[in-house]
């Protein structure tokens, strides 16, 4: 089956360590996304890649960081400068920036102790 | 800046009634505006999309009324059912670097009492 997976679905961490976010597609598409969903909040984008080794930052990057060395995969690190990161965090991707359906990733619910 | 302004927060209503979701846009260069649906602990799906040279779209109980001189847009849910309990997301997307990505509205949760 072709979708994306993310893993784990739940994760814990101690405050001050960073924690790295998986995000795996087989569909093949070219841009992949990373947002941040917190209640009442809608979904905010943290960063986006529309190519292999490329990648820029969205609406509140900072204290996050990611890399996109293979088009399938893009991992995002929660550092522990994010002040934070207890929060649902969905990864999605599209066959290119320009186009129009994203598809979302089942998410990780990270908290942070 | 929120650049997709979503209403209600939340929303409750009778089995077979309407749902109406309201979303409210500035930026005048939005050409593409979606709306996801999101089930508990899954992540959003595609649910329904228009271009602004339409004033309606429809795909069966799902309709989106689009206003282009106002700038908002609508989603309506007819003859709403328990499974249709949700968080909803508006949202716009444009061209170009800046634009062309999604911007979210904040989400409306739905409950539909059977």
């Known amino acids: 089956d072709g979708g994306i997976t993310q893993s784990p679905k739940y994760l814990f961490r101690k405050e001050g360590q960073n924690v790295t976010l998986s995000c795996e597609q087989n569909l093949n598409h070219d841009a992949m996304y990373w947002y941040r969903q917190d209640p009442g909040q809608g979904l905010r984008l943290i960063y986006y890649?529309?190519?292999?080794?490329?990648?820029q930052k969205g609406d509140i990057a900072e204290g996050y960081s990611v890399s996109r060395e293979k088009k399938e995969s893009f991992p995002l690190t929660v550092t522990s400068a994010q002040k934070n990161p207890t929060a649902f965090y969905l990864c999605?991707?599209?066959?290119?920036?320009?186009?129009?359906?994203?598809?979302f990733g089942p998410g990780t619910r990270l908290t942070v102790l | 800046q929120q650049q997709v302004k979503q209403s209600p927060q939340s929303l409750i209503v009778q089995k077979g009634g309407i749902s109406i979701i309201n979303c409210a846009y500035e930026n005048t260069a939005f050409d593409y505006f979606p709306w996801y649906q999101q089930f508990p602990g899954k992540g959003p799906a595609l649910l329904i999309a228009i271009r602004p040279d339409v004033s309606e779209k429809k795909e069966g109980r799902f309709t989106i009324s689009f206003n282009k001189s106002a700038k908002q847009f609508s989603l309506h849910i007819m003859d709403s059912q328990p499974g249709d309990s949700a968080t909803y997301f508006c949202a716009a997307k444009g061209r170009g670097s800046t634009l062309g990505r999604l911007y979210f509205g904040r989400g409306t949760q739905l409950t539909v009492w059977p």
């Open positions: 890649s529309q190519i292999v080794n490329d990648f």
């Open positions: 999605a991707s599209s066959i290119q920036n320009s186009h129009l359906e994203q598809f």
